[in-house]
């Protein structure tokens, strides 16, 4: 089975995982989480709290993915751990069973195509320090962008869910109390929005659960089943 939720925030909002207790799960299921995972943090490096904490989420019964979001800490997200093969699309492995998926890929899960976008503007960007509460990297560049667009592609424009943290530029202003700004990433959503064929899209960043339409949900403290229905 596959299931989806919002942001974690690293502690803040972590406590919905242990809400989740469908029984007899394994490491064969998946939960995926729509951006802003935020246990890869401390611009200082690693820390004794942060390995304690994804040895925790690794000690789940499922398998933990997450796309990134615009609270990461890049520098280290992207440097600290290799880049892997998994289910046809590259991913960071934070654990064995905790892991990024990766911008602009495609994966094979459970025979359903996913394709990944993380990322998103801070609007609060103005109250962080760059380079230790805030990072540049927190929308994609051009080569991440280029990576989409060639593997939508190579797959005719034809998914089954895209994962993405924020929302296309048309769908950000349907957002009730709508104050989130637009951006070249949310230009390029909106570009796959209107030309790939998709099912589902599922998002976070915005704090609330909301269906935008029949096609795309935001999530926030929900955690719902992957099942081609949006209820």
């Given at each position: 089975?596959i299931?989806?939720?919002g942001?974690?925030?690293?502690?803040?909002?972590?406590?919905?995982?242990?809400?989740f207790?469908?029984?007899?799960?394994?490491?064969d299921?998946?939960?995926?989480?729509?951006?802003?995972f935020?246990?890869v943090?401390?611009?200082r490096?690693?820390?004794?709290?942060?390995?304690?904490?994804?040895?925790y989420?690794e000690?789940k019964p499922?398998?933990?993915?997450?796309v990134?979001?615009?609270h990461?800490?890049?520098n280290?997200l992207?440097?600290?751990?290799?880049?892997?093969?998994?289910?046809?699309g590259?991913?960071?492995?934070?654990?064995e069973h905790?892991?990024?998926?990766?911008?602009?890929?495609?994966?094979?899960?459970?025979?359903?195509v996913?394709?990944t976008?993380?990322?998103?503007?801070?609007h609060?960007?103005i109250?962080?320090?760059?380079?230790?509460?805030?990072?540049?990297?927190?929308?994609?560049?051009?080569g991440?962008?280029y990576?989409?667009?060639r593997?939508?592609e190579?797959?005719?424009?034809?998914?089954?869910?895209?994962?993405?943290?924020?929302?296309?530029?048309?769908?950000?202003?349907?957002?009730?109390?709508?104050?989130?700004?637009?951006?070249?990433?949310?230009d390029?959503?909106?570009?796959i929005?209107?030309n790939?064929?998709?099912?589902?899209?599922?998002?976070?960043?915005?704090?609330?659960?909301?269906?935008?339409?029949?096609?795309?949900?935001?999530?926030?403290?929900?955690?719902?089943?992957?099942?081609?229905?949006?209820?």
């Open positions: 089975m299931y989806v939720t942001d974690l925030h690293g502690e803040i909002d972590v406590g919905k995982l242990d809400d207790n469908i029984p007899d799960l394994t490491k299921d998946m939960l995926i989480i729509c951006g802003d935020g246990f943090w401390d611009y490096g690693p820390s004794g709290y942060e390995k304690r904490w994804l040895d989420l000690q499922y398998t933990i993915l997450f990134d979001g615009n990461e800490n890049f280290r992207n440097k600290e751990f290799p880049i892997v093969k998994w289910h046809g590259n991913v960071h492995k934070l654990r905790v892991i990024h998926l990766m911008r602009g890929q495609l994966y094979l899960l459970e025979g359903k996913f394709f976008m993380g990322g998103a503007s801070s609060d960007k109250l962080r320090q760059p380079q230790k509460s805030w990072w540049p990297q927190e929308l994609p560049n051009s991440e962008m990576t989409g667009r593997n939508l190579i797959v005719n424009r034809k998914v089954d869910y895209i994962i993405t943290h924020c929302l296309p530029t048309s769908l950000q202003r349907k957002v009730p109390k709508f104050g989130y700004d637009t951006n070249r990433l949310t390029y959503l909106d570009e929005y209107k790939v064929d998709f099912s589902h899209w599922y998002c976070g960043h915005y704090h609330m659960n909301y269906k935008i339409n029949d096609k795309v949900e935001i999530l926030y403290q929900r955690i719902k089943k992957i099942d081609g229905i949006i209820d």
